[in-house]
């Protein structure tokens, strides 16, 4: 799939973007502050309902402005889709998908996939489980409509759950084994769709990172369950739990379950988070965002969409080589602030370069 044409109308510090994209490379040069990475926000933004960058949508408005609108057209395999997106002040928003209003977010994720990689994924290698786990459940959103729903569902309970444990109301602790079956219901799923997500994840990443690091650094990918599981099912799940609950009410949280879960990324059987150099770590996300890209390509059945933001300069030449040759029947959406950085990006014929300044972005000739 690729994006042919993009309109932005109030939307962060752009009165109106209106541009036709290659479906190939296209690159946004301009200065820092310029509003390159709002571009490529609005397009993560039309494909999972939600920004990378910030949680409140309002945000996103143009300051004295109502409302911020976003237009995308989609060209896909089979048929194609506009999705048109309106943003308003009070936190609401309007979807449609060829001019039909939606009304569930689920509506929303496959119509446009996109895999982004910027500076800030670093952290999914160095920091918390959270980086980890959030990268886990958005890449599962992206393919699995059943995974969104039950991540909803398990984290709507969770809460109530630690709610009824945090404030130890007597009459609604007796309701805790219904809260615990559903719970586990939902939880178990929710592991075995991440287990199965993180064993392709090694599969592939193995073969990439090994192309990456030519033949040098072996990388592996394994879940780590809060819970001990052997067949990932729902009666295993709840009891774990019913036998922790006494420990939870005293901790006055839930200890257990996928939200406390990680998985661990090993270079040469050595745990990558903690011993990893700086630029092992960063080898590491460039064979994630590519094995994620292969992942949604064997899944969805069509490559999504790159999009890279400010990533080129810092990776060396073998590793931005390695990024030139896979992405050939990838539309990619890359954002740098020099000519110099991208140069060699721009064999194909109907490659796009943009100039990004101040919130006007203008097509621009180039000659290589
Ligand atoms: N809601 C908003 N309204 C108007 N301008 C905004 C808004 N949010 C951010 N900006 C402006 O957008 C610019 C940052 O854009 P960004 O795309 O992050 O820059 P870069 O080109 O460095 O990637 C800053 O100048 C900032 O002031
Ligand atoms: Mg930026």
Not at 36 to 58: A, Q, V
Not at 119 to 141: A, G, N, Q, T
Not at 188 to 202: E, F, G, Q, W
Not at 272 to 295: D, H, P
Request: positive net charge.
């Amino acid at each position: 799939m690729y994006i042919k044409y993009l309109q932005l109308i109030n939307y962060r510090n752009y009165k109106e973007l209106s541009i036709e994209l290659s479906k190939n490379v296209n690159v946004f040069i301009g200065d820092n502050a310029q509003g390159k990475t709002n571009i490529l926000e609005s397009i993560y933004y039309s494909s999972i309902g939600k920004s990378h960058r910030t949680i409140r949508d309002k945000e996103l408005i143009s300051w004295q402005e109502e409302s911020a609108y976003i237009k995308l057209y989609v060209k896909k395999e089979r048929l194609d889709k506009k999705i048109e997106i309106k943003v308003f002040k009070e936190g609401k928003k309007g979807i449609n998908i060829n001019s039909i209003k939606i009304n569930k977010i689920s509506e929303l994720l496959g119509v446009l996939n996109v895999v982004m990689f910027s500076p800030e994924d670093l952290k999914i290698v160095k920091e918390s489980p959270s980086f980890r786990r959030k990268f886990l459940d958005i890449e599962l959103c992206k393919l699995s409509k059943a995974y969104y729903y039950n991540l909803v569902q398990y984290n709507k309970i969770l809460n109530e759950r630690n709610m009824i444990i945090k404030h130890k109301n007597e009459s609604l602790i007796n309701m805790l084994d219904i809260y615990d079956e559903q719970l586990s219901s939902y939880g178990a799923a929710i592991v075995r769709d991440r287990k199965a997500y993180i064993k392709n994840l090694n599969s592939k990443g193995k073969l990439i990172h090994k192309e990456i690091t030519s033949g040098k650094e072996d990388i592996s990918f394994s879940y780590c369950s809060s819970i001990n599981f052997r067949e990932c099912n729902k009666g295993e799940f709840l009891d774990a739990i019913t036998s922790n609950r006494e420990k939870d009410i005293e901790k006055r949280t839930t200890s257990l379950g996928p939200h406390r879960d990680d998985f661990i990324i090993k270079i040469n059987d050595i745990d990558a988070r903690s011993f990893g150099s700086q630029g092992q770590q960063r080898t590491s996300v460039l064979t994630i965002k590519f094995a994620s890209l292969e992942i949604i390509k064997e899944i969805a059945g069509e490559y999504p969409v790159l999009l890279l933001d400010d990533v080129l300069s810092e990776l060396d030449s073998k590793r931005q080589r390695y990024i030139l040759n896979s992405i050939n029947n990838i539309q990619t959406i890359i954002t740098c602030t020099g000519f110099n950085d991208i140069k060699n990006y721009l064999k194909k014929d109907d490659s796009k370069i943009f100039t990004v300044s101040n919130g006007n972005c203008m097509e621009k000739n180039y000659t290589l």
